[in-house]
């Protein structure tokens, strides 16, 4: 159809490097939406008359019926689905009508339509799910905001901390993810629509109703930008990619918990798997392919900035090479999210295990510390020195904190007088934890208030996220409408 | 000094490997506001004395005097530059006033103050150097609006456009990347310190109140995130890769149009390089080397998500290399968008080169395509096969649209009548340009103001920009002010 | 069938998250010719009897022709490939025998060695493929030693060349991709068969048989290096994403050659593409597209870096991502060899306008200048000097080499004398090549012996591939053959 | 100097953007010792004469003895090193004589040819770190061969292993690491120079003379490839990226097991850090950092291939972006694997902790199931079945493979009759270990073999060093000599 201009039909061999037919059934229905919107902006313009849009946008309801019910085929000769279509609809209602419908239009401003409306609504989904998953570590953080375990810092016991706490860090982390998405999706729902090739056109469109049509929040101001960017792909790609080092991390801490050496957490039997070979194991395989996926995120960015490094300005068919990544990212990160939210769900939370964990080991020495200042009006490294000494000594004779008798004697040798129950009472964790006092401190008060002023910052981004939501169904209604009254 | 705990020192080659003081001194200054800082809010507090925290505060002043003449020599074996400075007051005023200074904080919240306060002025940095390139692009596409030139798809003439209106698509992305980095500043200005090693403190500290000293816009809720997480980074960093990302494809354009078969434009004489053995060499390097060091930023970028992938909560020393990539990267990105400034502010723009180029090309096929539509009432897609049949033809004959009689009566055989003057009409670039009418196109009108539009973008931002200059210059003073008090 | 251990059956979110049953169609055969060898291991070392054995084999060999028929219908439920394959093999032949199937072996190995023997057979796909480019590129080279073109520095004329000089550089290159693809086979070609889970087994099996009945070069020596390691997979990434790279050049000049500024070269009709908005559009779409499916191959090697960082020793679900992008970065490079080597053999190249665009050019200025040196005696950095300021003088009065008497006059201020006639003769391109002495330099004598020598390497490694393929055909009618006695 | 075609000087700004004078000083000795072999053979090849060689050659060595002295200070407004050279080289003797020392030679192959030669000694010294790595490591093996461990996979107990077995798994992925870069080595030790600009030239230099001279074993046949190629960087960048994931999986383990959960192993004094406010914590620091630095290598490989994307052929200014992130990456990777090998050397291996850890759990289950499978004649997935039923039911009594009379009763449910004596033998995890059989397996007798096998190989690949080594060696020498003979 496009090859008037060429002595002979495209080769096989590159019609199968360069098609997209397969793919691009992703987008479908917003390629159909997006042929509807224009043919109406045609209409009302005057640039093709009411009757030929009303035939058009028929055919173009007959096709997507077809599609719905599996029955349209796409040939793949015809290099992708929107030439699919427009030679479907030339088919069905001739060229008279049908040859009237890339009026002031290109592909390359159409794709790229299709593909705004296609991410906008994966990128709604991705942060319906992340809303879900940091309501989940909400819950958790309630729930466990006083539970004991050890705080690590280079895989080391470092101070108490809580398990809430722990919920809570990821659920603040989580914020400011769905925070980059929130913003990707601004830059995402423009309209390029009408930028046609690279110049725009000599047709008098309206590009404003067109974008009004489709839900999008505005007009890309500049044809040649509209076609030549795609850093609304590439930032989207680097939310994602975020986000997914974040449940990276979250998954290697539920791997390590979930290791006999650990023991903190246990996944639930439908999320664990078992071995060939070996009868005797339970696998937290749900965390490690979340930890493993996440190099399926960072490749698909890493690829969306290669295929845009060095590009000249105007549309270059590397561009094509955007959605595959694009797409797989998205399905990726919301199977990961989800998959992460269901096992957290599932799973038990072995605090016994958690506080046990904190028995023999030193992680109160900084309160220590800290009381040595306050109570002994000691300098803050003075009482770090005295710790660490005591502390060396105690692992030499292979004793504990518990063993307050033999820290009393150290201590004494150093000149600090403690009595031995002021001695338990400041190693121990769980008192530890209630004596934090900083804003945003592992205590147990403070880990609610964290969680509160989070669930009120949730609730308020699910209300955006409706919001976009309802935006879009009202411009699906207003196109219906719009339809309704051409045809009147 | 932080070795109490430990039988021996620190192992040479180890110090070598980990060692972080050189890298330190950016941010020596930094690391002294922050402890100025700090040290108010722990006198602030009572919990030390107010005559305490004068000592440690003069101490820092005299060390700040002598890094600012060149005359701290920091201890290499001392680690990084936290310790040294540390190491320094202590030496010079005791343990009793000096081993104070580090009460209720961690180097790991430190570190991260440090470098949060660094981070925000290098990215109001770059963003200077942006807004001031995207001034110069508007005034080349004002300038420029309605000089005529081929653009390009698949780097073949596509459409005539304006050489404004390619600054102008410039200028356009450019807004995009801006607005990155300033959702990237403000997941920067936020403040870690406070957050201790992980779990916050037992001392009764006032984060709210050295957040305000220092200039941050919030305090981190969650200390275990403050201290665990490196997201700032990573959105900063794909900011940047982003916006290179940009600038790799201006200079993509800037490099072929030096060329001799393109001739479109000629940098300055002391833009350019020559060749070491080929006399007659003039290159343009600099646009050449802004797309290489593209290659950096995607590096720096793939380094810190690498480093974030799979690390467990907590502080890990892995996160140490965050701060590597993200000087670099900042300062490749600032000379690039500051060199790509100038080159164009002393490029020669060769307006007749460009429009001789439109002169034996096709590229207003799609507008004659478009007025058999409008004054012949053909359906877009037969106006289509019919243009391209009339090149098809035209190229086999070596002949073109200025064969005004070729193209006359090749038409007329596909039954379109058009006369001499019309065809001339229609097919001259110049005009095309102007006749041009959709939102947004190639029209010198739409061009200007696209321009102008863009042009109050610009003001916009650099007054936001100044807004939080003045945020951080009052929090200095705020600073200095209550050091005064403190004394009083 | 492995859940034995559990209490619940895996939840169906995280099948569809961790199931690979799809996926592993791609190396169905392979874990046939697997399963095989390893039954006839079992029988030959009396682990199992010759009976089980036998019975085993036949209903791997129903299995596989009911896939080589589209009748297998593998059960998502259960994970992957190979357990329905050992579900359907107990099935069919009951416990007794088919539940011998998996004795001394886990998923761990047997999964490697399928991946393995697909991806041997893969990488001599794509070296068979570079090598047809290979000797196109050689064609090429011999067919133009002498047909002169500019060579481009900084995108500037240089020097001339010739095209064949042009397109042995590329057949050189495609050299050493060609010996990473051979160093990597070797790293792959090795038998991680019988490591079991990670640590081996107490059967006395036999590992070297069963790599000789699959046609393995060697058996990998530790068990767990053998489970652990993917470093084979990244290697083959690595080779592929450098070959791209290559190609990505290669494509980058076909791209400019074909544009309206060089017109060097057309692609024939039917490789390239047309616009469905510009009649005129005639697009190297193939070249672009090779160009942009580099950043697949980039993406896909930092995919797999990414799920190998950091993992802990053992056999971790996470490298499960090594295979989905191995067989996309393989697809897409053999594709994208054959399709350069498709729209090279099919190009037009355009002689005339190569040599056409040396006549206006300065880039025979270095050959002046060596002239000065070896006929006037001067030091080279003073010809360059003078050669420097005549092209300067030239270009100011829009003067090229061609106008001898101003050439001679300017040479003559710089105390140059040299008589027309020599001025012709040295500043003439193709006379320029000609001249050219050096070893590996652009005169067509070189050319043609550097394409000599690249296609007897050529023919070299075309015979190393016919080796590998037949040794695998050898073992694949070995395993048969024991099949055969077994049944005796 | 090389500015006589321009009419202005180089801007300061650009000059601070493409400078390299300071990273250059990195290759000053290879620069000379590359100007040397190049003047002898212009001096051999009659090109100039031996007594202008031998001035340009005294010059060069003065300028060295600068150098090494400290008093060479290059001037950054002349670029590079290169033009620093040339220009005292030229103001010392004269232009008659200096003037003469870049004739027949470019920059472009000039920069080459000294990162080739620079890179090449560090590619020997990465090694020859990794060789020692693999010693230590072998030792190890050889020491720890039978000193039971729990062998992972999932990160949960899997099968017992040995310490040594652990170890020797690492020396054997060492193995290909170093083949990757002995590899690397053959791409990078071939010669660029005499390929001039891009042509080479129409002086009748001998190119193998200089190759010889600097000790390389080939020249590059094809100018134009051996100016455009950095695929040689590539190699060795992917080569280190690989050896660092490696490393990066070393670290992991350690960190892991120097956990208090797990206390496998404990990092020397000298080896570990401290806290700033934990008094207690004793880090290891250095496998962390080991680990983090992954990400400067494979950052490095992403910028690399960056740069290399879509460049046309012929030198690029983008190209100089080479040698930053390969030396770069060179340091780290040799720096990391020296401070892996100190710090194994150095750590304690807490045997008991190993032995310990297996006496509660479930690893030996295989080793029942496979028992069952030779003993009761059961199909292994039956045994498979019945061996995961018994530790389900034992965990659901929180019991163990301890409680011998419990496994029996169980066991006996399923119709499996055990001797008491019987189950402590098989589920012994030492007694496990002894009895695997396979070739590869964790007895110790197999390890220790496989321990002598990599160590045979360790010592011939440390003798393949030594002769390439030696080969440099000799080059230099023979430059000496002929400089010698030139002389008289």
């Known amino acids: 159809m496009l ?112 593909t705004r409306l296609h991410l906008r609504q994966e990128i709604l989904g991705v942060e319906e799910a992340v809303l879900e998953l940091q309501n989940t570590l909400l819950a958790l953080a309630n729930k466990h905001s006083a539970d004991v375990m050890p705080g690590y810092t280079h895989m080391q016991h470092a101070q108490p901390i809580t398990f809430g706490f722990w919920a809570a860090a990821y659920a603040s982390m989580l914020s400011r993810d769905l925070e980059r998405l929130s913003n990707a999706y601004k830059h995402v729902n423009v309209c390029p629509l009408g930028a046609c090739a690279l110049a725009g056109t000599s047709f008098p469109t309206d590009r404003k109703y067109t974008a009004k049509l489709l839900g999008f929040d505005d007009v890309i101001p500049s044809a040649l930008d509209a076609v030549s960017s795609r850093d609304f792909v590439a930032e989207t790609a680097a939310a994602l990619a975020i986000l ?14 979930s290791s006999f050496e650990f023991k903190f957490i246990e996944f ?34 890493m690829q969306i900035l290669t295929v845009m490094k060095g590009l000249p300005s105007g549309y270059n068919r590397d561009l094509q090479e955007d959605r595959e990544p694009l797409w797989k990212a998205l399905g990726v990160v ?42 002994k009006k000691l300098a803050f490294r003075e009482a770090y020195t005295i710790t660490g000494s005591l502390v060396k000594e105690l692992v030499s004779h292979k004793k504990t904190f518990r063993d307050v008798v033999d820290v009393k004697k150290i201590l004494s040798k150093s000149g600090v007088e403690i009595a031995d129950w002021e001695i ?7 008192k530890s934890v209630h004596r934090y006092k900083s804003l945003g401190s592992a205590s147990p008060k403070e880990v609610k208030r964290i969680a509160a002023d989070l669930l009120a910052d949730n609730k308020a981004r699910a209300g955006e996220l409706k919001k976009r939501q309802s935006k879009i169904e009202a411009a699906k209604e207003l196109t219906m409408k719009e339809i309704k009254l051409l045809r009147t």
Chains 1, 2, 3, 4 share one sequence.
């Open 3 to 114: 090859r008037g201009r060429f002595a002979e039909g495209i080769s096989p061999l590159l019609l199968e490097f360069s098609g997209t037919v397969q793919g691009d059934l992703e987008f479908f229905y917003e390629d159909v939406w997006g042929s509807q919107a224009h043919v109406l902006m045609l209409a009302k313009q005057v640039i093709i008359s009411k009757h030929d849009a009303g035939k058009i946008i028929e055919c173009l309801e007959d096709i997507s019926e077809e599609f719905g019910a599996g029955q349209f085929k796409p040939d793949s000769s015809l290099e992708d689905i929107h030439i699919n279509i427009e030679n479907r609809v030339i088919d069905e209602c001739g060229m008279d009508f049908g040859g009237k419908m890339h009026t002031a239009r290109s592909r390359n401003d159409q794709v790229l339509t299709d």
């Open 244 to 257: 997914m080092s974040n449940l990276s991390k979250l998954s290697e801490d539920l791997v390590l918990w």
């Open 268 to 301: 639930a039997d439908d999320f664990a798997t078992g071995s060939s070979i070996m009868p005797q194991k339970k696998n937290p395989d749900m965390a490690e392919l979340v930890r493993g996926k996440t190099g399926r995120v960072y490749g698909a960015l």
């Open 334 to 375: 919301k199977l990961s999210v989800a998959v992460m939210d269901a096992g957290l769900k599932g799973a038990k939370i072995n605090k016994e295990n958690m506080k046990e964990s904190l028995d023999t080991d030193f992680s109160t020495a900084t309160e220590l510390a800290n009381h040595l200042v306050r109570e």
């Open 424 to 430: 338990s009472d400041i190693l121990d964790p769980v």
